[in-house]
């Protein structure tokens, strides 16, 4: 019999990767504790038309990438391709708004898009992002960007912001027929953007099909369609970023691939991939049945993170190897380390000193403290450092602080 596989796109993450995952979203995690933001724990399932009515139903996500399911019940559903739907669907489900002035929420979990597998790329993906309920300043705007900056920052990550504006159902509609009018009648685009022309103008624009991006160099830019109001939003969040010394790069062919979307939009990219997006969008919560609300927000996406972040083991492994029979005095041993914050792996693995040396090494410790019963007669510890193969005598744990 065949041994039981995972499915395609859906990975196992162990070891060293989940250690860099976890780094991740603590550190996603403490800004969003000193920046005010509280938790949203989210079902991973929801109805199909939660997406069909927020992420849009011409979008590659709903149209092509969503796992979509009949329960016994007979009701459709979709694993949730997304965050942002949900939360919102939450925050009117059970009248949030109306128990604070605004919210701020963030989430993370599994999400899933049926993808063609590939770095970076998976069918099961994990998110950690939040939004912002309530409030219509480019402040905001500013500040969930300079959370993402400062998260990057931490995480030692050289990355581009991209930014751009969309603009609203004021100005869109007009920038929608112009660049309608300047596709009709391109000849050469891709088969999805033969497609997108008519039903999605806009998606064109971001087509990665080098054929598609040279015919659109010169179509009509949405940065010149937009209202006054967006105009100026738009250029109140460039001043505040110009201020508090953040760079970024203006892209007017940045336009998401989600239709929510209003005003401002914004990517964090490193080597062609998008570790991070979001923007604001200031209809969603009223067209999903809520009060009319502006908001903002973003998700960044683990796994991508991931690809750029160092190792994580910043803690020396001591490994504790004891012979013959001074196992007590070991365990007591590991249990002060362990007190002291060190971390210890205690060797019971091993029929003699040579082997359990061999295992420690492959362990990758930094140090391993031998118990003998020769050195316990004479109250001693033997400590080796790994690297240079040194060996010293010592007789107080509390000086292993500083090796
Ligand atoms: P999104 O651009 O679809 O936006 O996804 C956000 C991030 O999730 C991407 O930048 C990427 O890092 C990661 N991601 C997306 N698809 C995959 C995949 N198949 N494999 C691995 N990582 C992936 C949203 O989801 C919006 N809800 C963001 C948002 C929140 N906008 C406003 N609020």
Redesign the pocket.
């Known amino acids: 019999m065949e041994n039981i596989k995972a499915i395609r796109g859906f990975d196992d993450i162990f070891f060293e990767e989940a250690k860099k995952f976890r780094y991740i979203t603590d550190t996603f995690r403490k800004l969003f504790e000193v920046y005010n933001f509280e938790e949203i724990i989210l079902p991973i399932v929801e109805y199909k038309e939660l997406f069909d009515r927020s992420v849009g139903e011409i979008t590659d996500?709903v149209q092509k990438e969503m796992f979509v399911f009949e329960d016994k019940s007979k009701r459709v559903l979709a694993l949730r391709p997304?965050?942002?739907a949900g939360v919102v669907r939450s925050v009117v489900e059970h009248g949030l708004l109306y128990k604070k002035p605004f919210l701020k929420l963030f989430y993370e979990g599994p999400?899933f898009?049926y993808?063609r597998p590939q770095s970076?790329?998976?069918?099961q993906?994990h998110?950690i992002?939040c939004?912002v309920l309530g409030l219509d300043n480019p402040t905001t705007d500013f500040e969930i960007i300079n959370l993402c900056f400062d998260a990057f920052k931490k995480l030692n990550i050289d990355i581009t912001l991209e930014i751009n504006s969309i603009g609203c159902p004021v100005c869109r509609p007009k920038y929608r027929e112009a660049l309608t009018n300047y596709l009709k009648d391109i000849e050469g685009l891709c088969k999805d953007c033969e497609e997108r022309r008519f039903k999605n103008p806009l998606r064109v624009l971001d087509c990665k099909v080098e054929t598609c991006k040279d015919l659109t160099k010169e179509a009509p830019m949405m940065l010149d369609y937009l209202c006054e109001e967006c105009s100026n939003h738009y250029k109140s969040l460039k001043t505040y970023l110009d201020s508090f010394g953040i760079p970024y790069k203006e892209n007017p062919c940045l336009v998401?691939?989600?239709d929510y979307y209003t005003k401002t939009v914004f990517?964090f990219v490193k080597d062609n991939l998008?570790?991070?997006?979001?923007?604001r969008?200031d209809n969603l919560v009223e067209s999903l049945g809520g009060p009319k609300t502006p908001a903002?927000?973003?998700?960044?996406?683990i796994?991508?993170i991931m690809l750029f972040l160092k190792s994580q083991y910043k803690e020396d492994l001591y490994a504790v190897v004891y012979i013959e029979n001074t196992v007590l005095e070991a365990l007591k041993v590991v249990n002060i380390l362990r007190e002291k914050g060190k971390r210890v792996e205690l060797i019971s693995k091993g029929s003699n000193l040579k082997k359990k040396l061999e295992i420690a090494d492959k362990l990758g410790a930094s140090y391993t403290l031998i118990i003998g019963p020769e050195e316990l007669q004479k109250g001693v510890y033997i400590l080796k450092n790994m690297s240079t193969k040194e060996q010293k005598e010592i007789r107080d744990l509390g000086s292993l602080v500083n090796v």
Not at 274 to 279: D, E, I, R, V
Not at 296 to 301: L, R, S, Y
């Open positions: 996500i997304e965050g942002t999400m898009r993808e970076g790329r998976k069918r993906f998110q992002g939004e998401r691939g989600l990517e998008t570790l991070l997006a979001g923007g969008y903002v927000g973003f998700a960044a996406g796994e991508r």
